[in-house]
Nanobody, 116 residues
Framework: QVQLVESGGGLVQAGGSLRLSCAAS????????MGWYRQAPGRQRELVGI???????NYADSVNGRFTISRDNAKNTVYLQMNSLKPEDTAVYYC??????????WGQGTQVTVSS
């Protein structure tokens, strides 16, 4: 089992920045990929980006060049640095961990609101 706890959400003006954190605990050795997803009101949850255990990243087109995922293996923590935020980035952001056995774990979510 893996437990995920997100932090760092909040209210920011358009053009501003926020950094989200996701601290993993439990069987962290089993994690192959960690990622960030988001869900806006009335919309389906969508992928923001992922980072593999080897540090390779991939991003959705909508955030590529503005958002950066990084990880601190010593702290079992993954970060989502969000720059040049837009009102359409407003959503609940969820941390996800996928194990080598394809089990999926989710955090509780953190609200990000970008005002125009």
């Amino acid at each position: 089992q893996v437990q995920l706890v997100e932090s760092g959400g909040g209210l920011v003006q358009a053009g501003g920045s926020l950094r989200l954190s996701c601290a993993a605990s439990g069987s962290t050795f089993s994690i192959a990929v960690m990622g960030w997803y988001r869900q806006a009101p009335g919309r389906q949850r969508e992928l923001v980006g992922i980072i593999t255990s080897g540090g390779r990243t991939n991003y959705a087109d909508s955030v590529n060049g503005r958002f950066t995922i990084s990880r601190d293996n010593a702290k079992n923590t993954v970060y989502l640095q969000m720059n040049s935020l837009k009102p359409e980035d407003t959503a609940v952001y969820y941390c996800n961990a996928q194990s080598y056995h394809l089990d999926n774990y989710w955090g509780q979510g953190t609200q990000v609101t970008v005002s125009s």
